[in-house]
């Protein structure tokens, strides 16, 4: 009585949220959230029938973490311009090994909040999706950025008109 | 955060402030902003919104002279077959699980034995923990080498013992990430025997 695997199509890329590693697939009658956390897997299930709206709400999240990244990089490349500048000078040993190491450990620092500040910048805005239910509103795990969360609406809104046709009453004017 | 409630019904309420905003808005793609915290909300609302679907109560009819009847109930007139099992059921014993309709007794089974799929809420990934288990201590090997005497039996065991249970809902068993944790596992275990002796040498005893 159990489905083969097979039976879920990939909605989305994975994303990284507040509650781990999250992606949406697609069911025959469901969508599926899959929240991994290594060793194992957590499941959610929303029924097309019952999901009376999705919303997404940009948020602010991108630029609390580009600004984090850049205080990181400021303070590293600081750090590194201030070392170069008197290992070019001085020239005793113990300094020397001090400074190279100062110089390591800032390059080091630089160039990852770098490339944070790179590839969040790339990724876009970030967001939360929000199902509304009969029951309730259900905040996603994922998508978490804007440009992936509105490419997911745009697939997920023919499945889950298809599955109210009988529903279909149009607001009054 | 207030989420938007599901208070009123043909308006939806703003996630983070809590202000109402007309349901018509996001009748169309493109997006809104909340006229009071100036979010920027992207939104699609369906039928489902304007015309929830009502509860069904469902008693079931009493069974008339030469109707079947369920197989729970011998006075109720039977409304549908269990889509596991076949037995003709009541509406009152139906059980629906996303859009299948089964009889109580496959519910409980299914509950029991992990078998039916949209009743699973998480599962242990076998294949993925003996991935991690045996190739993750590699990465760090040199440092915490002792380590490995538990993390390489724990790799092999997982992919042994995980072979044949239910994997992932949506990824599947996947076999080769448990070759992978068993072959890393293993590699462990050489290592670990390697540094040992290696250990025991530089060490002479009496
Ligand atoms: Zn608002
Ligand atoms: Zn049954
Ligand atoms: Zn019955």
Redesign the pocket.
């Known amino acids: 009585m159990s489905k083969a695997p097979g039976i879920y199509t990939k909605l989305t890329a994975i994303g990284l949220g507040s509650l781990g590693f999250a992606r949406l697939w697609s069911g025959p009658d469901h969508l599926l959230e899959v929240t991994a956390y290594g060793f194992s897997e957590r499941y959610r299930r929303f029924y097309w029938r019952e999901i009376e709206a999705v919303l997404v709400r940009r948020t602010a999240v991108r630029l609390i973490w580009n600004l984090i990244g850049g205080a990181f990089a400021a303070i590293s490349l600081g750090g590194l311009a201030v070392s170069l500048h008197y290992s070019a000078r001085s020239t005793s040993g113990p300094e020397e090994v001090l400074l190279g190491i100062s110089i390591g450990l800032c390059g080091l620092i630089a160039a990852v909040s770098l490339i944070v500040l790179l590839v969040n910048t790339l990724l876009g805005p970030r967001c939360v999706c929000l199902l509304r239910l009969p029951v309730g509103v259900e905040r996603l795990a994922a998508p978490t950025r804007m440009r992936v969360a509105i490419r997911m609406l745009e697939k997920i809104a023919p499945r889950i008109e298809l599955a109210q046709t009988e529903l279909v009453a149009a607001p009054l004017p | 955060m207030q989420e938007f409630s599901t208070a009123s019904a043909s308006t939806i309420?703003?996630?983070?402030?809590?202000?109402l905003?007309a349901g018509e808005s996001f009748m169309s793609a493109g997006s809104v902003n909340?006229?009071?915290?100036?979010?920027q909300?992207t939104g699609r609302v369906f039928p489902a919104f304007w015309s929830p679907a009502p509860p069904e109560v469902q008693l079931g009819e009493a069974a008339m002279e030469g109707d079947a009847t369920c197989y729970f109930h011998d006075g109720k007139k039977a409304a549908l077959a269990c889509e596991s099992c076949g037995r003709f059921i009541c509406a009152l014993c139906e059980v629906r699980i996303g859009s299948r309709r089964v009889c109580p007794t496959c519910l409980g089974k299914g509950l029991k034995g992990d078998k039916i799929a949209e009743l699973v809420t998480s599962r242990l990934c076998w294949s993925n923990s003996a991935l991690l288990a045996g190739w993750l201590p590699l990465l760090f090997g040199v440092v915490v080498w002792p380590l490995l005497v538990i993390t390489g039996p724990a790799a092999i065991f997982a992919a042994l013992y995980g072979w044949n249970k239910p994997g992932s809902l949506t990824r599947g068993k996947r076999h080769w990430a448990a070759v992978l944790g068993l072959l890393g596992g293993i590699g462990q275990l050489v290592l670990v025997l390697g540094m040992g002796l290696l250990v025991w040498n530089a060490y002479p005893h009496v």
């Open positions: 309420a703003c996630p983070r402030c809590g202000t905003l909340c006229p009071s915290c100036r979010s909300l």
